[in-house]
């Protein structure tokens, strides 16, 4: 049997997750696409940015919402049910996106899909991490890190402490794409000097791409 694909959208709360998720939806012809959303109330992943996308195959019903903490903290308790879920639905899907909290680690979510319950229907064929590139020309890994950090003092489920900067550094170790967004905002000499910076973190070979 065919493997389902699932990519995987990381980054921090601001970094325009929203806008990449919505130019997928817009562009995904006739698949159907099973949205997983860890960030629902932030994002604003509703039925009116279903209806905009104007795709049929987009419907209320195939996004699941994860609202007891972050992913990486609840991959046994909320993950793995989630994929089931799509999994048992009559009408299969044709690709799975997950939206992970600014928090999340993407680390143990890539390994969750090796467990037995989800590496024989699902493949992951990406981590796309989505940065502020106007907050890290300014010296800032978010937009608002203040609304990151009131973000990690609300979730009780988090069990790691990782800082901004470790964060940051682990959504990049774990991308196959850096997508360096609202880089209109930044110089252009600034913005080359960032890509080279974020190029150094990154694996070797991953691409960083500067958006708007």
Do not use: Y
């Amino acid at each position: 049997m065919e493997k389902i694909p699932a990519t995987v959208i990381t980054g921090f709360l601001g970094s325009g997750k929203t806008t990449l998720i919505r130019h997928l939806l817009e562009n995904i012809g006739d698949k159907k696409i099973a949205l997983i959303i860890n960030e629902f109330g932030d994002l604003g992943i509703d039925g009116d940015l279903l209806a905009a996308c104007g795709n049929p195959n987009c419907k209320d019903d195939d996004i699941i919402e994860l609202t007891n903490g972050c992913i990486c903290c609840t991959v046994a308790d909320d993950f793995i049910p989630a994929i089931e879920k799509i999994l048992a639905r009559d009408e299969p899907v044709d690709h799975i996106i997950i939206e992970t909290s600014g928090l999340a680690l993407p680390q143990p979510l890539v390994q969750a899909f090796n467990w037995p319950e989800i590496k024989a229907k699902v493949t992951i064929n990406g981590v796309i991490t989505v940065a502020d590139a106007e907050a890290l020309a300014n010296g800032r890994f978010a937009h608002d890190e203040q609304k990151v950090e009131d973000q990690r003092l609300e979730d009780e489920s988090l069990d790691h402490i990782s800082s901004l900067h470790e964060l940051f550094e682990d959504q990049l170790i774990c991308a196959d794409m850096i997508l360096l967004n609202k880089a209109e905002l930044v110089n252009a000499d600034r913005l080359l000097d960032l890509t080279t910076e974020i190029m150094q973190e990154a694996r070797d070979g991953v691409p960083v791409v500067a958006i708007s």
